[in-house]
């Protein structure tokens, strides 16, 4: 599919994602690609970002046991590679599956997920220039300089552009003081590429079938190579927990960055986390210490205040949220509504204007438009066995620390009782109370006042009468 962005003449472009490593330095029973930045799992960055540069189809490379990445992929194919043997035996492992497409190929990492859907464009528009000898490059190599270079393939670049790739552990020292870096994202012509790969084998430090050889092989062929430069940032690899907390700092600076250039006013940007998927609208206030799980919308003037936790939740706009809420999956709240500080709210309708400010549980429950939960309201949804439905009437007003015992259904204009057990339905603009009856008892509370101060000094008198016998 062509775009603006894309170069009108570049070739059709399907990926091969690399994310058959375990990732032994992760110490984890999850793939590495599965662990989660912004809320999604790595791998799921690099499909977005391919979408995102309209290139497919995509094949992802997975080990065995590796159900979870397939899952979070679908659509996209998987093929399986049981033995990791390098680099190069990981792509070849695709090839079947693109066997009849014709175009180029870009190899990405599961565990590099930032590559910006620009620099992929930027390699698309390399595969069209011409070199001085008037050569179209066969394969295109991302690079880049890293701070500290050590472990990464080194990109040997002479007078006519890429000649190899040397990996640090079969480098000569004069290699290795080369800042140049692999990435490992590449693109080539597919049916190149397979020509190429067919001549790896694993005679190098490693013993494994190494991607990186494609270049010098291409190189001795006559064919072209080229490298495009990107930023250390967007390039940074993930191999352990580390470097996944330094990848999820990077990317909540860019969700945050993201969120006040659309409009949104985020008081202490660094303490407040969001999702990948977040969407938040214009004129919105989020004040510090609010954390966004995945599936989270915002509409236009939304005020979030202090300490909101919030996940797979729509707020309208004007709805003012916190402090200290909690909505929870399928928690739908209506313009201009109010949920205060110590709400739960899950898998439940404010309508629009209603109001839960304090203390409460709302689950799997309608509360009309306009309606007022006092404080220390529970829907009691869950008998232990199943869940059931609480439906609050428009305009309804809920008495303090009622307990709306689900199923049961509150008509509009209703009102409850403080403390009320409400196990039946009540009609619209009827009050249902069921608390027992007050008793008062005249003077009582000072007879008490006396009578305990009494008591004191007898029990007082005593412990020193006993004292004193010791
Ligand atoms: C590779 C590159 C190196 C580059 C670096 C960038 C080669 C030979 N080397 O080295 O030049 O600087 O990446 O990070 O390509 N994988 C498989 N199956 C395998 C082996 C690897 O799927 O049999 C996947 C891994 O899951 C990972 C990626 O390929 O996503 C890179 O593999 P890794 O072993 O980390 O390569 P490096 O040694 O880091
Ligand atoms: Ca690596």
């Not at 990317?251 to 407040?272: H, I, K, S």
């Not at 066995?385 to 199923?407: E, Y």
């Not at 006042?449 to 009468?465: D, G, M, N, S």
Request: aromatic share 4%; with cysteine; net charge neutral.
């Amino acid at each position: 599919m062509a775009s603006d962005q894309s170069p009108p003449t570049a070739a059709p472009t399907a990926a091969i994602v690399l994310a058959a490593g375990i990732g032994s330095r992760m110490r984890s029973a999850l793939p590495k690609v599965m662990h989660a930045i912004a809320g999604r799992p790595m791998v799921a960055h690099v499909l977005g970002t391919l979408a995102e540069a309209e290139i497919a189809p995509v094949v992802v490379v997975i080990g065995p046991d590796m159900d979870a990445v397939a899952k979070a992929v679908a659509p996209s194919v998987c093929v399986m590679q049981k033995d990791r043997l390098g680099t190069g035996h990981a792509v070849l492992q695709a090839k079947d599956a693109l066997a009849a497409f014709k175009g180029d190929i870009l190899i990405a990492y599961g565990d590099t997920p930032f590559v910006a859907p620009e620099t992929l464009r930027k390699m698309r528009a390399a595969r069209l220039r011409e070199n001085k000898n008037g050569q179209k490059p066969s394969v295109v190599v991302l690079g880049f300089s890293p701070q500290d270079p050590a472990a990464y393939g080194r990109l040997i670049v002479g007078a006519s552009g890429l000649e190899r790739i040397v990996e640090a552990k079969d480098a000569t020292p004069a290699e290795r003081e080369v800042r140049l870096c692999n990435s490992g994202i590449m693109l080539a012509d597919a049916k190149e590429l397979w020509d190429l790969l067919a001549d790896v084998r694993p005679n190098n430090a490693k013993g494994e079938y190494y991607l990186t050889d494609i270049v010098g092989f291409a190189r001795k062929a006559g064919l072209g190579c080229a490298v495009v430069e990107g930023d250390t940032e967007e390039l940074l690899g993930i191999n352990s927990r580390i470097e996944l907390a330094e990848a999820e700092a990077i990317f909540q600076r860019r969700l945050r960055r993201r969120a006040m250039e659309n409009g949104a006013t985020l008081v202490a940007p660094e303490t407040v986390f969001l999702s990948a998927d977040t969407k938040i609208g214009r004129d919105v206030e989020i004040g510090p210490f609010a954390v966004f799980g995945p599936g989270v919308v915002v509409d236009d003037n939304v005020t979030i205040k202090a300490f909101c936790h919030l996940e797979g939740a729509h707020i309208s706009a004007g709805a003012v949220i916190g402090p200290y809420a909690r909505l929870r999956p399928g928690a739908v709240v209506g313009k201009d509504a109010h949920v205060g500080n110590f709400v739960e709210i899950k898998n439940a309708h404010l309508e629009d204007g209603a109001k839960v400010n304090h203390l409460s549980y709302v689950g799997d429950a309608r509360v009309g438009a306009k309606a007022n939960i006092g404080a220390g309201t529970i829907t009691a949804n869950y008998d232990g066995f199943t869940k059931s439905h609480t439906d609050i009437g428009a305009g309804a007003s809920i008495g303090s620390n009622t307990v709306l015992v689900a199923p049961v259904k509150i008509g509009d204009g209703a009102m409850t009782g403080a403390g009320a057990v409400v196990r039946k339905d009540v009609p619209a603009n009827a009050l249902a109370i069921n608390s027992a009856r007050q008793e008062v008892r005249e003077g009582f509370a000072a007879w008490y006042r006396e009578y305990r101060t009494e008591l004191k000094k007898v029990l007082q008198a005593r412990v020193e009468k006993e004292k004193a016998k010791e």
